[in-house]
């Protein structure tokens, strides 16, 4: 059974930063992909960014593009997200997970709702931007 275990999330002044991780455990094999997703009250899920183990490619929405940075150490089974220049609009639960690496992918570049094709995910952590 794949498990996620999210942590960083807290409250921080807009043009702040935060360090999200992902611990993640129960994959059999190597190729699997990560998204970080995120919802807000009363919002859709949102994907704002995801990486292949296997090849390390990353990808953004464009409403992160620039700002967040995804990485992963996969000594430590463990994906990063780091926020910079964060804004209030960007206050939600975030989540890791994972699916199918395309449904994924295309969730993630052209905001299409590919929610349903998650797998698994964590319990997520709350980041709160205040102005």
């Known amino acids: 059974e794949v498990q996620f275990v999210e942590s960083g999330g807290g409250l921080v002044q807009a043009g702040g930063s935060l360090r999200l991780s992902c611990v993640a455990s129960?994959?059999?094999?190597?190729?699997?992909?990560i998204v970080w997703f995120r919802q807000a009250p009363g919002k859709a899920r949102e994907g704002v960014s995801c990486?292949?183990?296997?090849?390390?490619?990353?990808l953004y929405a464009d409403s992160v593009k620039g700002r967040f940075t995804i990485s992963s150490d996969n000594a430590k089974n463990t994906v990063y997200l780091q926020m910079n220049n964060l804004k209030p609009e960007d206050t939600a639960a975030y989540y890791c997970?994972?699916?199918?690496?395309?449904?994924?992918?295309?969730?993630?570049?052209?905001?299409?709702?590919?929610?349903?094709?998650?797998?698994?995910w964590g319990q997520g952590t709350l980041v709160a931007v205040s102005s």
């Open positions: 997970a994972t699916g199918p690496q395309l449904a994924l992918r295309i969730w993630v570049i052209s905001g299409a709702n590919f929610s349903s094709h998650l797998d698994a």
């Open positions: 129960g994959f059999t094999r190597d190729d699997y992909t």
């Open positions: 990486i292949t183990r296997s090849d390390g490619h990353p």
